[in-house]
């Protein structure tokens, strides 16, 4: 199948997520991925984002998983993917996934999602008590820098190096 057949089909798929009709959306992904290995990638994004729309954040993240581990990842996979991990509480392995992540963006030179993705690993490494590491990732990005963890909202660098502050003395105190 052509990229602009496979274009128009995933573009027919985003309407039925606009209109709540999931399930028909994730049949058709499947229907695409029966045969076309050409165009895999393209095709699990959007069934990535169709269970990410259901809630269904383990299948969102297998395929965002197969994408990477494919060899054809874009940085908007490693930044999904790490969002997924995050909120199934998954810490150490969103730092693993976010490092990828941010070495295909120094590789490629691309500025989206680096912020978010710098930020995103110093949460994460708060979380398995890493602070040194949490706050040099803090400081590679503008002070007034703000990021999107899907289960908690937004949250700002300063208040992330706030937190970090007091758990790492509350850990210093033990």
């Known amino acids: 199948m052509y990229k ?7 573009d027919n798929v985003y309407i039925q997520v606009k209109e709540g009709e999931y399930e028909s959306a994730l049949k058709t992904c ?5 045969g076309n290995i050409e165009h895999k990638d393209d095709i699990l994004r ?4 169709v269970h990410a729309y259901q809630n269904n954040i383990r299948e969102a993240l297998i395929d965002r998983e197969e994408i990477i581990l494919c060899g054809v990842a874009k940085v908007q996979d490693y930044y999904f993917s790490s ?5 199934l509480g998954l810490y ?5 996934v976010l ?3 941010i070495d295909l963006c120094e590789k490629l030179d691309v500025l989206t999602y680096r912020t978010d993705m710098y930020l995103l690993r110093a949460y994460s490494y708060m979380h398995v008590k890493e602070y040194l590491l949490a706050r040099s990732d ?3 990005v503008e002070d007034d820098s703000e990021f ?3 289960n908690i909202g937004f949250i700002t660098k300063n208040e992330l190096l706030n937190k970090i502050s007091c758990l790492a003395k509350g850990s210093e105190a033990s």
């Open 148 to 150: 999107l963890i899907d």
């Open 99 to 101: 490092s990828d992540g």
């Open 138 to 140: 803090c400081n590679k």
């Open 4 to 10: 602009n057949e496979i274009n128009k089909l995933l």
């Open 83 to 87: 969002q997924y991990l995050l909120e």
């Open 30 to 34: 499947d229907d695409l991925l029966t």
């Open 92 to 96: 150490a392995k969103t730092v693993d």
């Open 46 to 49: 959007m069934r990535s984002q």
